[in-house]
Nanobody, 119 residues
């Protein structure tokens, strides 16, 4: 099993920045990749960004490219999401999730952290 816990959410003005953290514990050696997702009120959960556990590959949703950066610190079993130039439409609960193979679904999820961007 893998356990994930997000932190770093909060309230920020439009144009501001936040850095989210996703701390992994348990069978972290089994992790292939970690993704960030978000869900706004009344909307479906959407993909934000992902990184392979090796750090060799990353990808981003078009809506966050150039503003968000995903990175990881394997020594600390932590994945980060640096969010710059935040917009009110970035307001959502942000979740991190882990997958154990390149083709598997994201099997492990954290409880989420709220990000609110005021205009």
């Amino acid at each position: 099993q893998v356990q994930l816990v997000e932190s770093g959410g909060g309230l920020v003005q439009a144009g501001g920045s936040l850095r989210l953290s996703c701390a992994a514990s348990g069978r972290t050696f089994s992790i292939y990749g970690v993704g960030w997702f978000r869900q706004a009120p009344g909307k479906e959960r959407e993909f934000v960004a992902a990184i392979s556990w090796s750090g060799a590959s990353t990808n981003y949703a078009d809506s966050v490219k150039g503003r968000f950066t995903i990175s990881r610190d394997n020594a600390k079993n932590t994945v980060f999401l640096q969010m710059n130039s935040l917009k009110p439409e970035d307001t959502a609960v942000y979740y991190c999730a882990a997958k154990t193979t390149v083709l598997s679904k994201y099997d492990y999820w954290g409880p989420g952290t709220q990000v609110t961007v005021s205009s």
